[in-house]
């Protein structure tokens, strides 16, 4: 009897002894004699703790910092990974690409949106194609070329809601998706929408996927999706170039023109520049305005303020006036809004960067390869920067220096920082602006919301929209 008890606990205890060793060898693997690495655990061979912080989310992360502080390593999605949530050493990483400190985002992203990306190209060449996306989004654009087709846009898009359920989670990623089309590829656009819509959004889901080049996986079928979005936007090239007497005044228009325009780019990368501006605006406008939305139905006295904001417009305009950059301009509580539903939801919980060569950083060794993630979550709910963290208010931003504070990282810091933060803003506040004139709206109710790793609600956001004038 004592034999057949003691079976089964010499097996636990041998389990045991072997996963302690499996853990230790892993961080012994990974140990350096060139210099100290920063605290924290690899966790199991291949995995690392990847399980952990899918499993836990944010708390990984809290309770990691609790133990072994602000920087430390662990081993997540397949790398080893330094996570920093240090706002000085933040600062440094993002400011130093040149010293080595490069993008690090994973396989998958980098194959589906092309080698020229701007995520995959550094020095000269990342300055080279900046510079050309900044020309296509400087403030003279917006006010001239891109405003009135986001006014446009918005008009059409917010039509004929009145009385119905709608599903507001759908409807803003169509909106950032239609709505950047259309400042792409103008008259075009309509007719070329509907497969590429398919298609993008297909892309978009290989981009968050493993890279396992199987039949059925989402990184086969975003493979493919890219290629057939390379065809498309090749034969617009193609048909724009045979009737070259006509000027198109949209973004691909200007990166085709060859007069005057100081960036020339190939084919290749006039298409991953247009995959890029799609793709970096896509997620982070549609998944703003949706909490947006979410977060003015909760705190009637926000949607108030804002209303006021925007009815005031309205009423120095005739009905069919657009919205223009004085208008946008003067939606300061609506840009307080926007920092604050980007703030207090976490549209973007950090960014991904990867070591060129072995560095010090920090007091310690950081080998060549190794990811850091630039953890900027913690930063959105700290009370000492942000007192009441978990409370949505929107004054807290109407203080002009709060915006311009080290540790305000939303649109990210750096040689990155966002290039389409004004665009991005001005597509939101046209947006609400026709929104929270023509309707008031209320929840269905029962939907669920998941915040890590991304914003989304799985089922949809449903609410019923009835006009305002009724
Ligand atoms: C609310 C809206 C937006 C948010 C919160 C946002 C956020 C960010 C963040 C955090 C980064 C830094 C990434 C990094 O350092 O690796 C970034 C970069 C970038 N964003 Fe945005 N973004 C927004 C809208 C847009 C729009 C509308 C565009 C379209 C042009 C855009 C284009 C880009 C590009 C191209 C980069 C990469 C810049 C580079 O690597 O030099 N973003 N964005």
């Not at 070329?145 to 009385?163: E, V």
């Not at 207090?344 to 960067?353: D, M, P, Y």
């Not at 540790?407 to 506040?429: D, M, N, S, V, Y």
Request: charged letters at 25%; hydrophobic letters at 40%.
């Amino acid at each position: 009897m004592a034999l057949f008890m003691a079976i089964p606990l010499l097996c636990f205890a041998f389990l045991l002894c072997f996963c302690s060793a499996l853990l230790k060898w892993n961080d012994v693997k990974h140990r350096r004699k060139k210099g100290l690495l920063p605290p924290g655990t690899m966790g199991w061979p291949l995995f690392g703790e990847t399980t952990e912080f899918l499993k836990q989310g944010p708390n990984f992360m809290k309770n990691h910092r609790a133990r072994y502080g602000s920087f430390f390593k662990s081993h997540l999605l397949g790398c080893p990974t330094i996570v920093s949530m240090d706002a000085e050493i933040n600062r440094y990483i993002l400011m130093n690409e040149a010293k080595g400190i490069i993008p690090g985002y994973p396989k998958s992203m980098l194959d589906i949106l092309g080698k020229c990306n701007i995520a995959a190209v550094h020095g000269s060449t990342h300055k080279y194609m900046r510079g050309a996306l900044l020309s296509l989004i400087s403030p003279t654009m917006i006010r001239d070329q891109l405003l009135p087709k986001i006014d446009h846009f918005m008009r059409t898009h917010l039509s004929n809601w009145n009385q119905n359920v709608i599903n507001i989670q759908h409807k803003t990623k169509e909106m950032a998706f239609l709505s950047s089309l259309k400042q792409i590829a103008g008259i075009e656009s309509a007719s070329i929408a509907k497969p590429f819509m398919t298609e993008f959004f297909k892309l978009v889901l290989g981009t968050l996927s493993l890279p396992i080049d199987l039949p059925g996986t989402n990184y086969r079928r975003g493979i493919q999706a890219r290629k057939n979005i390379v065809n498309i936007l090749s034969k617009l090239l193609e048909e724009r170039r045979a009737s070259d007497e006509e000027i198109h005044l949209d973004m691909l228009g200007c990166l085709m023109r060859k007069e005057g325009n100081r960036y020339k780019l190939t084919d290749e990368e006039i298409i991953d520049l247009i995959i890029t501006i799609m793709y970096s605006g896509y997620e982070t406008v549609s998944t703003t305005s949706m909490m947006a939305v979410k977060y003015l139905h909760d705190h009637p006295k926000v949607l108030e303020e804002l209303r006021k904001e925007h009815l005031s417009i309205r009423e120095r305009k005739q009905p069919d006036d657009p919205i223009n950059c004085k208008d946008l301009k003067s939606m300061r509580f609506t840009r307080a809004v926007i920092y604050e539903t980007s703030r207090l939801a976490t549209i973007v919980n950090g960014v991904l960067r990867k070591t060129t060569h072995d560095m010090e950083l920090n007091g310690y060794l950081i080998p060549k390869g190794w990811r850091i993630y630039v953890y900027t979550r913690e930063i959105n709910y700290d009370p000492c920067l942000y007192p009441d963290p978990l409370t949505f208010n929107p004054w807290r931003w109407l203080d002009k220096s709060v915006e311009s504070q080290s540790h305000f990282l939303i649109f990210g810091g750096g040689t990155r920082q966002c290039p389409g933060k004004e665009l991005g803003i001005a597509e939101i506040c046209t947006f609400l602006h026709y929104f929270v004139t023509r309707y008031r709206w209320e929840e269905v109710g029962g939907d669920k919301l998941m915040k890590f790793p991304r914003v989304e609600a799985p089922n949809g956001l449903h609410i019923r929209v009835s006009s305002l004038s009724n």
